[in-house]
């Protein structure tokens, strides 16, 4: 999709591609997000660290994510959101990381980066950031606690 595309374009190619019937395409949009949740404890703890740092979300989500993000609560958890699907350009893409910079105001070398598929993370390293690859919530908050000093 890399952020060319809308959300409902990404769904209407999905839905051509596979080959599904409305209601097919809409039993498949459920069983997609099924598993999606929301970490409260995980947005506890974003939250301690916006008492002595910036926090911003970058996404390789859809236009419609800031809908979600807002909608959900999570938005207010992050000072800065950047989405891929606003920029039209998505990590590992470097340019996408200057961007979230950007927002933040902060310089790759006073950056953290947590993400969950590790060729984001060593791209925001070749920018210059810190990457801490996402395997459970428990591991990347230590790993936080202990870059950060934040409990």
Do not use: C
């Amino acid at each position: 999709q890399h952020g060319w595309i809308s959300d409902a374009e990404h769904w209407t190619y999905i839905q051509r591609r596979l080959g599904l019937d409305d209601a097919t395409l809409a039993q498949f949009r459920r069983d997609f997000f099924a598993e999606d949740g929301i970490d409260t404890d995980l947005l506890t703890y974003i939250d301690h660290l916006r008492s002595g740092y910036r926090v911003g979300l970058l996404s390789n989500a859809t236009s419609d994510a800031r809908r979600f993000f807002t909608a959900s609560g999570i938005a207010g958890h992050f000072d800065a959101i950047t989405i891929s699907g606003e920029e039209g350009v998505m990590k590992p893409d470097e340019r996408i990381y200057r961007i979230a910079l950007a927002r933040l105001n902060v310089g790759p070398n006073e950056a953290i980066f947590v993400d969950d598929f590790s060729e984001n993370v060593v791209a925001a390293r070749a920018v210059g950031m810190i990457g801490v690859h996402f395997t459970d919530p428990q591991r990347a908050r230590r790993e936080l606690m202990i870059l950060t000093g934040v409990e």
